[in-house]
């Protein structure tokens, strides 16, 4: 999955290698994805960005910005994307999501592996988008201060019931922070992903703060994670303290304890019992959050026509009650970004309260 390292590596190399390129043709895929989210036809892709050139490209968060010359923003990654660059057509691939090919016959390719974007935008429309216009600070922002960090834990109520994993990763969220760079952030905090985010002390705060600024300055200077890939299929150099590949083996950091592996809010997490004491008890966290079973969660929805699961501005359709707005994994309710997590076949559960209807 692309994070914010691995956006400022594709983006600046996209920058570099295709700006002044004229796109001599746009296919908005040949292979149907029902994870690929786009925002327009494949008509109205081809006609819009045919003769149109690269202007440039810049990260936001996990995503990549490609300008064109026409003043267009075509939208990638935000998810698990293949995006390569193609000297000759001899290396492309046999099925993609989005192909844009050059007047030198050079090409660029996404190939979605999960889900991601593929999206195309005018800037205002990109400004409107609910999910980019209410995006918070990267950490390798100047203005992602200690001042500003505290400031995300003054916003929760008093008895707010978050979990550190979900405030860092969904809401309010470290913009462009996922699940993997995550783990070896809250090592190097000494801090269990389960332990709710209002009971941490400003030590902690103060910790967690240094962790996540080290480990992203780390992972950018670095060109992203070494089981991620650049626009040259290469991967980026720095390793993993805390992923699969550690489970069962000692700590990294005290050597004391050998890492855990458990699911938790959707996704595997990976601690030292030693570096990180688990809370007394679970954190509690919004309904289904923590179900083992996410098929079992009463919010479930079904997917939205045409076998699409919904796309980053459209609507997911419940099995009774209004249309639901469904953003890049957030289902919007009343203005309030909620996160969802794809639960089996055409299913979502909504890992926040929400509005849905019971199915």
Not at 12 to 22: E, H, N, P, S, V
Not at 131 to 159: I, K, S, V
Not at 349 to 357: G, I, K, Q, S
């Amino acid at each position: 999955m692309i994070e914010h390292p691995e956006a400022v590596t594709i983006a600046r190399q996209i920058a570099d290698t295709l700006t002044g390129k004229q796109i001599q043709e746009a296919v908005r895929g040949n292979k149907p994805h029902k994870f690929a989210f786009y925002t327009r036809s494949p008509e109205e892709y081809a006609a819009i960005l045919a003769g149109q050139s690269i202007a440039g490209a810049q990260a936001s968060g996990s995503l990549i910005l490609v300008r064109t010359s026409g003043d267009s923003f075509i939208v990638l990654g935000g998810g698990g994307e293949r995006i390569l660059y193609h000297a000759t057509p001899d290396t492309l691939p046999k099925a993609h999501q989005l192909l844009l090919r050059f007047s030198d016959d050079t090409f660029l390719t996404v190939t979605v592996q999960g889900w991601g974007s593929c999206q195309l935008y005018t800037p205002e429309e990109l400004d409107a988008n609910h999910w980019y216009a209410n995006r918070g600070l990267e950490a390798t922002d100047e203005g992602f201060t200690q001042e500003y960090f505290e400031g995300l834990f003054a916003a929760l109520p008093a008895e707010d019931s978050r979990a550190v994993k979900y405030f860092i990763i969904s809401e309010p969220g470290v913009w462009g922070i996922g699940n993997g760079l995550l783990q070896d952030i809250l090592l190097a905090a000494k801090i269990h992903p389960r332990c709710r985010a209002v009971s941490l002390t400003k030590p902690q705060r103060r910790a967690l703060h240094r962790a996540i600024v080290k480990t992203i300055e780390s992972a950018v200077k670095l060109g992203g994670r070494s089981d991620e890939h650049d626009l040259f299929g290469n991967t980026g150099g720095y390793e993993r303290k805390l992923s699969s590949a550690a489970a069962g083996l000692p700590c990294p950091a005290c050597g004391k304890a050998d890492i855990l592996k458990e699911s938790f809010l959707g996704g595997a997490i990976y601690t030292c019992p030693e570096c990180q004491p688990a809370p007394p008890k679970p954190a509690e966290n919004p309904p289904g959050a923590n179900a083992p079973n996410l098929a079992a969660s009463r919010h479930l929805m079904t997917r939205a026509g045409r076998g699409q699961y919904g796309v980053p501005s459209g609507h997911v359709t419940a099995d009774k009650g209004p249309p639901l707005l469904y953003v890049q994994g957030r289902l919007i309710l009343g203005g309030t970004a909620k996160p969802l997590a794809p639960c089996g076949e055409g299913l979502f559960v909504c890992l926040a309260p929400c509005e849905t209807r019971n199915q």
